[in-house]
């Protein structure tokens, strides 16, 4: 006999029964597709706190115990003996890489990370100085129109191929749109460069300047850098049904494209109660100023009147600390002295993660600090701007929207998301 839940209408006693569904691992779903049809009623779910949109096999996140793992993988694991790009093959394959095949995947994506010369023109549409973030959403939906053969793949082959090519080629992007709001010249990828090092050398470098030599031992990209942002980008690469992550699979059942389903993805990232926290945590740290300071921010946090919140604190699904934020901490630590990190900027926020995990307002509330409290002082750190903080997740984030658009169109029980509404209105 399947598993079920009865639920009864108080006002008519009249009971209703739904399937229960098994997860491999965390919560079982009731299945109440049949909900609408059996009852004349809809269910309502604010912020959907209880809903689950899909089934997956991509990641997993036990929020209570601080747990992620993709395709299976602890995130520690990943982050600690994996390179990004091994991590990207593995969301996209269902298993990590052989060497062999780590070599093809990293020559495929080097060749890829080229823009169409038209499309570089698309960037002067824009105006100096306009948000990287903006420029990233519009440049990203207007791959579609290159690449127009990609909007229904049929063989895996193909699939691969329409993912590789925007992995591939969003650091080059998010490069020309960080280059274009400073109205400076874009830097062509370099062959030569791995993917993490291609992206800081496109953010940094002069046109014509040779890298490689270190003329004022400064601009020179060293592999202690290259590392963190290998991390942070490995951080970053999916978590489940977020916010940004729905919209993607929103947009893909539709029927349309997959660079516009991205393009789409992007524009969800860049509020601040997601992925453009990055940057207001350390526009927030910036402002707070000093560690004397911090406690009339914490106070201000705490107070209902008053809408400031806490950037980089609270997560919809970790109720214990956030385990990439866990790595991150880790890994600022080991930076400190290797990397000119911002000794007040750090100190601000050490004075915060202190209060904030002792205080009964944040204890109640399950309030730990999450990746984004963390990665700003890295960030900074590898000099990179802040208007870059949210691209670099976005850089990070790609192939995680990418593989949750393949199992959803590989998935032939989807239907189009069309949620319904509980009306109030004349
Ligand atoms: N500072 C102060 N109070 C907070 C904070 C915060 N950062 N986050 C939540 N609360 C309080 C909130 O006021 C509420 O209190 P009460 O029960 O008294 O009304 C309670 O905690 C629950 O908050 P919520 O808004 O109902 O929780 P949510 O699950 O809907 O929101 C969140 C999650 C991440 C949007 C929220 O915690 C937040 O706005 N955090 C700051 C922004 C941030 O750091 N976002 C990055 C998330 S991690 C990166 C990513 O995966 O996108």
Redesign the pocket.
């Given at each position: 006999m399947k598993p079920t839940v009865t639920m009864r209408d108080n006002r008519t006693g009249k009971e209703y029964e739904f399937e229960i569904k098994e997860a491999t691992r965390g919560p079982s779903v009731v299945d109440i597709s049949s909900f609408y049809a059996q009852t004349g009623m809809f269910t309502f779910d604010n912020?959907y706190?209880s809903t689950a949109s899909c089934q997956s096999k991509i990641t997993f996140i036990d929020g209570a115990k601080g747990e992620l793992r993709y395709r299976g993988h602890t995130i520690e694991d990943l982050a600690n003996n994996h390179s990004y790009l091994e991590t990207c093959y593995l969301l996209l394959n269902e298993k990590l890489p052989t060497k062999e095949e780590s070599y093809a995947f990293d020559l495929e994506l080097r060749h890829r990370s080229f823009l169409h010369n038209e499309l570089t023109h698309l960037f002067d549409a824009f105006p100096t100085g306009a948000h990287p973030m903006a420029t990233l959403s519009a440049a990203s939906a207007s791959l579609s129109t290159f690449f127009y053969n990609h909007l229904n793949p049929q063989t895996d082959s193909e699939y691969q191929e329409m993912a590789r090519r925007i992995v591939a080629k969003m650091p080059t992007i998010a490069a020309f749109a960080y280059r274009h709001s400073i109205g400076a010249a874009f830097i062509q990828p370099d062959i030569n460069r791995s993917f993490t090092e291609n992206f800081l050398y496109m953010l940094r470098a002069y046109p014509h300047e040779r890298m490689h030599i270190d003329v004022e031992g400064e601009r020179t990209i060293r592999p202690i850098e290259v590392e963190a942002l290998d991390t942070i980008f490995t951080l970053h690469a999916d978590?489940e049904q977020?916010?940004?992550t729905s919209t993607v699979r929103g947009v893909a059942s539709t029927g349309a494209h997959p660079y516009v389903a991205i393009s789409a993805g992007i524009s969800a990232?860049w509020g601040?109660?997601?992925?453009g926290?990055?940057e207001?945590?350390i526009k927030q740290l910036e402002m707070i100023g000093s560690v004397e300071r911090v406690d009339e921010f914490i106070a201000r946090?705490?107070d209902?009147n008053d809408a400031?919140?806490?950037?980089?604190?609270?997560?919809?699904v970790y109720k214990n600390f956030?385990p990439r934020a866990k790595i991150l901490k880790g890994l600022q630590d080991k930076l400190k002295d290797e990397l000119n990190l911002d000794s007040n900027l750090m100190q601000i926020a050490n004075k915060i993660e202190q209060i904030a995990l002792s205080d009964e307002?944040?204890i109640k509330?399950k309030?730990y600090p999450?990746?984004?409290?963390y990665s700003g002082v890295i960030l900074t750190a590898l000099q990179i701007p802040k208007s870059m903080f949210t691209p670099v997740f976005v850089i990070g984030r790609t192939v995680g929207w990418i593989s949750q658009w393949i199992e959803f169109k590989k998935d032939t029980n989807t239907k189009i998301a069309r949620p319904r509404q509980l009306y109030l209105g004349e």
């Open positions: 912020g706190t978590h977020n916010a940004s990232l601040r109660a997601h992925g926290a990055n207001s945590v946090a705490k209902p400031f919140r806490l950037m980089g604190f609270g997560h919809r956030d307002y944040f509330r309030l999450n990746i984004d409290f």
